[in-house]
């Protein structure tokens, strides 16, 4: 990975701002908003049932309630972890309604990544090829699917890191000092950023219907993951003393969430633009996958010039 200049730095973050304008990211960020809230009873229970089977559904549960009470409140981690409840399959209903159920919450739950991976070609200026609609409908739902699993396997990384440092913290402050425990609060920071950059560059990689290379991925996902981490304490703060959802009563959670989801698409996005410019850039191989095609007015040719004597 090539060492880059404040003026190469510049230049980058110039040009993604200029394409993400250009996209309308405010638009895209909406779409997914909406679908994002007919997904979360089926993305819970399979990211809940996934990691449970390693550390316990309710342990699972306690963490994904933590995560959220401190991005957007804990009203709303309760509001949601309740859709969880009521969207489960167990009881006593005959099977042939348990299996339509959890057909239409993997459905629910894998549309959010189908429209997340639409959004995305858009930005990088393609588009699904018709001649293989079919075969390309079965993939997208099963990398869907595999996206959603990975979430859960990041998801359990986070919650044994966690608790490795919650236990190691208390020794360190009782034997070494402040000082020390001070060290494995940046090492905790460190480690969330390795894991948010860790699923960004997995969803570069699967989601859109592009041939990238991985260096240019995980310059761009950490990119997003800085930006992403730094903007959650913001938000959070703007969250915690402006109240936005004050006068929205009851409907007040759903905004809360529909303001969050779309921050989160908007980071997202800007990082995808980023990922495109620094690989044209560099002269990294960018192209359209076997079942895509550049979108009409678009070619292969890099929009920004390769830099020159590259290492």
Do not use: C
């Given at each position: 990975?090539?060492?880059?200049?404040?003026?190469?730095?510049?230049?980058?973050?110039?040009?993604?701002?200029?394409?993400?304008?250009?996209?309308?990211?405010?638009?895209?960020?909406?779409?997914?908003?909406?679908?994002?809230?007919?997904?979360?009873?089926?993305?819970?229970?399979?990211?809940?049932?996934?990691?449970?089977?390693?550390?316990?559904?309710?342990?699972?549960?306690?963490?994904?309630?933590?995560?959220?009470?401190?991005?957007?409140?804990?009203?709303?981690?309760?509001?949601?972890?309740?859709?969880?409840?009521?969207?489960?399959?167990?009881?006593?209903?005959?099977?042939?309604?348990?299996?339509?159920?959890?057909?239409?919450?993997?459905?629910?739950?894998?549309?959010?990544?189908?429209?997340?991976?639409?959004?995305?070609?858009?930005?990088?200026?393609?588009?699904?090829?018709?001649?293989?609609?079919?075969?390309?409908?079965?993939?997208?739902?099963?990398?869907?699917?595999?996206?959603?699993?990975?979430?859960?396997?990041?998801?359990?990384?986070?919650?044994?890191?966690?608790s490795i440092i919650t236990v190691a913290s208390g020794f360190i402050s009782e034997y070494f000092g402040d000082e020390v425990a001070v060290l494995v609060k940046v090492l905790d920071f460190v480690l969330s950023i390795a894991i948010i950059s860790l699923l960004f560059g997995v969803m570069y990689k699967v989601l859109p219907d592009v041939e990238i290379q991985w260096k240019s991925v995980w310059v761009g996902a950490i990119v997003t993951a800085v930006l992403f981490t730094l903007g959650k304490e913001l938000l959070g703060l703007y969250f915690r003393f402006a109240d936005p959802t004050s006068s929205f009563g009851a409907a007040g959670t759903i905004i809360l969430l529909i303001l969050w989801v779309n921050y989160s698409c908007l980071i997202l996005f800007f990082g995808a633009e980023f990922t495109q410019v620094y690989a044209k850039k560099f002269g990294h191989p960018l192209q359209p996958s076997s079942h895509a095609k550049w979108r009409a007015g678009f070619s292969d040719k890099p929009k920004i010039a390769p830099a020159k004597n590259q290492s």
């Open positions: 990975m090539k060492l880059l200049k404040f003026k190469e730095i510049k230049n980058l973050l110039v040009e993604t701002a200029k394409r993400w304008m250009a996209a309308d990211p405010f638009r895209e960020s909406a779409v997914i908003s909406y679908y994002t809230i007919f997904a979360i009873p089926g993305l819970m229970i399979i990211i809940i049932w996934a990691a449970g089977l390693f550390f316990g559904e309710e342990a699972v549960r306690g963490e994904i309630s933590n995560q959220i009470s401190e991005m957007i409140g804990s009203g709303t981690a309760e509001s949601v972890e309740q859709i969880s409840k009521e969207a489960s399959v167990e009881g006593d209903s005959h099977w042939f309604m348990k299996i339509i159920g959890i057909l239409a919450l993997v459905f629910g739950a894998t549309t959010l990544f189908f429209q997340l991976q639409k959004s995305l070609n858009y930005l990088w200026d393609v588009e699904a090829d018709p001649d293989n609609n079919f075969t390309k409908l079965l993939l997208d739902r099963a990398s869907s699917l595999g996206l959603i699993l990975v979430i859960a396997f990041l998801l359990l990384i986070s919650l044994v890191i966690s």
